[in-house]
């Protein structure tokens, strides 16, 4: 697997049917998501590692890492339209055989690791997840719409794993920046990226606008 062919399995994952802006919904463009990925990946935040991604939204990040190798994927959505579509994409990557499926647990005679390599769905609010994860990654909402929705994602995933990956405004960094502080994490890498922002939504004039949006990876201080 290379990051261009990683960008173009991604680029097969469905999208939100009915994007719901009180919630910002907006899918994580494939390229943007193979980029991320790829650089965790070659960090070492991936293969083998049981994955968080919070507010899933219809699983592109989740899936990707398990296309990279992660043990296991934890996709968290409170949306349940969101997460049904979410199951459709890893239920299309386990037939393509580029995710593994989920062992059967108590079926008789087979002795398949549980469910090594597959996803494991958790609906409901991102609050409520307790899960530990060695990694987090997610593009939760910007906060935008919902006032501090970004900071309940951020403070989830600190308390849940020591390394987070996580997308923000650019012009939010600096808040992400101090909340990662007073939690004991320090930012070790930030990828700046401009985020197409398909016109999915009512209120969007252009067709397609960028805005700059910046992948943070944060780690526990030891
Ligand atoms: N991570 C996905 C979706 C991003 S949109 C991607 O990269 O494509 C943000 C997602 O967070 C939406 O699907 C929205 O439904 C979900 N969300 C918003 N508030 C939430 C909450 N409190 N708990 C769980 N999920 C939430």
């Not at 049981?50 to 939204?57: K, S, T």
Request: overall charge positive.
């Amino acid at each position: 697997m290379s990051r261009s062919s990683l960008a173009i399995r991604l680029s097969a994952i469905k999208g939100f049917i009915d994007p719901k802006v009180r919630v910002e919904q907006y899918m994580t463009d494939s390229e943007i998501a193979a980029t991320v990925l790829w650089d965790a990946y070659m960090k070492g935040d991936i293969e083998g590692k049981v994955i968080a991604d919070l507010g899933c939204g219809t699983g592109i990040l989740g899936i990707g890492a398990m296309m990279l190798g992660a043990s296991k994927a934890y996709l968290v959505e409170s949306d349940g339209s969101a997460i049904a579509i979410a199951k459709e994409n890893v239920r299309d990557m386990e037939s393509e055989g580029l995710i593994k499926k989920a062992g059967k647990k108590g079926e008789k005679g087979k002795e398949e690791s549980e469910s090594e390599g597959s996803a494991e769905f958790f609906f409901g609010d991102v609050s409520d997840f307790k899960i530990k994860a060695d990694t987090v990654i997610m593009n939760p909402p910007f906060g935008v719409k919902s006032e501090h929705s970004d900071r309940r994602f951020l403070e989830k995933a600190f308390e849940i794993s020591d390394v987070v990956y996580s997308f923000h405004k650019s012009g939010t960094v600096r808040f992400v920046e101090m909340l990662a502080k007073a939690k004991g994490f320090r930012i070790t890498q930030v990828i700046d990226l401009k985020f197409p922002l398909k016109a999915s939504m009512r209120f969007h004039k252009k067709r397609i606008e960028r805005i700059g949006v910046s992948c943070l990876r944060m780690e526990k201080i030891a």
